[in-house]
Every structure is written in C-alpha cells, then in structure tokens.
C-alpha cells in the first residue's frame, strides 16, 4: 500500500472509488456540523472527487491533499478553473480561489501548511489505509488541523470476504483513534447497494466527530 500502488491506480484509471456524482450522505448530513458559509474544509485524499464542486457551489472554502497529480489535473480541469501552481516544502500547491490543494504524501502536510480548517470531511482516506497506517493517519490528522470536526464516512463488512481497499472500519476501531479527542455520534448506517465491489454485504456508516466539550 504504497505511492506505487495509488499512482498505478490513476494512471490505469482503476479508479472504482471515484464516484460519479456527489456523495448523497454528504448532502444529506453535511449540516451535522453546523458550518457558516465561507467556512473551510479540509478533504484528506481527495483525488477528483465532484464533492469539491458541491463545497465550492454551496460557498465554502475547500483545501485537500492527493497523492496523484494526475488525479488533481483532472479536479481543476472538472470544475473549469486554471490553477496557480507553486512548491511549497517538497509538494505542489495547486491554488484558485477558495481552493487550496497540496499534491503530494499526506504524512508530509504540516499543520503551517494547511493553515486553519473548520473541518474535516473524511470520505475516502481512513479507508484506503491498510491499518498500521490507520493510527499514525488519525493521529496525524487530530495534529495538524487542531482537533477540527469531522464528517467521517467509511464501509463496514467482513474483511475475510474481500481484501482492501476500502477496508472495513468497526466503530471499535473508530473510538480507538478517534474516543480521546472526539464525541462520536453515528449519524446513519446504510447498506451499500449491492454490495461492496458486488462482491460481500457492507454498511455506509456516517459519524459526526465533534471535539470533547471542557
């Protein structure tokens, strides 16, 4: 599970995980985190998601990180608008108006360099993690962006049926990194039509991580 295996993925266009219209459980529990307009997301491994044009659409601030320029290429060429590119410590910024994303390995985002978020909508980076990796992201996460609230998305299912990703998160899994800095709420928990890659049963669930109050 390494920048190999991802970059392969996008210049294959094996990219089953990128979803042709916006994702329906953003739309529909995305005011769970009671955002004012203008407000700015962060979106960890956004590839070219159409969740981006719906953030822009609906004024708010978006700021992602990617692995694959290729797949930020695509983004920009999507929503119609000419980024401005720079360097910046050993990635590409890729910047336009209300939009600010990094191209390059996660880990290496730092807090400076993301600046301020006022959440954090997780659709696709928690579970395209093998689990080793799974603690050291969400501890990464909770460091640079100061605990902001999240919008958590991830798939539930028998891992033994099919190997990830999406690999399967239990809300077991979600307390241990998430239970010492977060309230947890599952918002809704839906069966994926089909299921997984038509392959094993799984639930969508849809958790609200807002920080503890003190």
């Known amino acids: 599970m390494d920048a190999k295996f991802w970059h392969q993925k996008w210049e294959r266009n094996e990219i089953g995980f990128h979803r042709s219209t916006v994702n329906p459980l953003l739309i529909n529990h995305f005011n769970a985190l009671n955002l004012a307009k203008n407000s700015r997301i962060f979106l960890p491994l956004c590839g070219k998601t159409l969740d981006i044009g719906w953030f822009l659409a609906n004024n708010y601030r978006v700021v992602g990180v990617e692995l694959s320029e290729m797949a930020i290429r695509q983004l920009f ?3 119609g608008i000419e ?3 720079t360097e910046n410590q050993g990635m590409w910024h890729y910047q336009a108006e209300n939009i600010d994303i990094f191209v390059g390995n996660l880990f290496d985002l730092t807090a400076g360099m993301l600046d301020s978020v006022d959440a954090i909508y997780d659709r696709a980076a928690l579970v395209a993690l093998p689990k080793a990796m799974r603690t050291q992201y969400s501890a990464h996460l909770i460091t640079i962006t100061h605990v902001a609230p999240q919008l958590l998305i991830c798939f539930e299912y028998d891992q033994a049926l099919l190997e990830g990703p999406p690999f399967s998160i239990s809300a077991t899994e979600i307390k241990q990194h998430y239970a010492a800095n977060y309230e947890l709420q599952l918002l809704e928990s839906v069966d994926v039509a089909g ?3 038509e392959i094993c049963p799984a ?5 609200l991580l807002k920080q503890h109050r003190h």
Do not use: F, M, S
Request: no cysteine; glycine share 8%.
């Open 203 to 207: 639930k969508e669930n849809v958790w």
């Open 83 to 85: 980024p401005h590119v």
């Open 195 to 197: 299921g997984l890659k």
């Open 77 to 79: 060429i999507n929503l």
